[in-house]
């Protein structure tokens, strides 16, 4: 089965309020379309996932992520990176997965993923 990730990297407003909806909108065909849908949050779209009552386009942004995991879709992100700001509980009680990007990144290579970056 073909694999379609989802990378949401920048913090800006536009790349979270895109990215997380352009996510949203796969899965809603991803299943009759033969393809798996991943979310990766790293960098600022990380940090993000840590601050949903500071600005609308946030609050929306981790609706859409805990929607996201709801539906199925697992939606990762950097354990290292949530070690280092201290998320790493509360992102595993979301159900974010958390692995080494390293070993994320490698493996969209290895399954011959297409990552759309946000």
Known sequence: MATSVIHLFHGDDDSLSAGSHVAERIRQVAGEQGVELEVFCFGPGQGALSRSGEST???????????????GVRVGACVNAARAQGTEEALLARGITLEFARDAFVRYALEGATVLTF
């Open 57 to 71: 386009v946030l609050s929306e942004y981790n609706q859409q992520i805990d929607e996201l995991v709801s539906a």
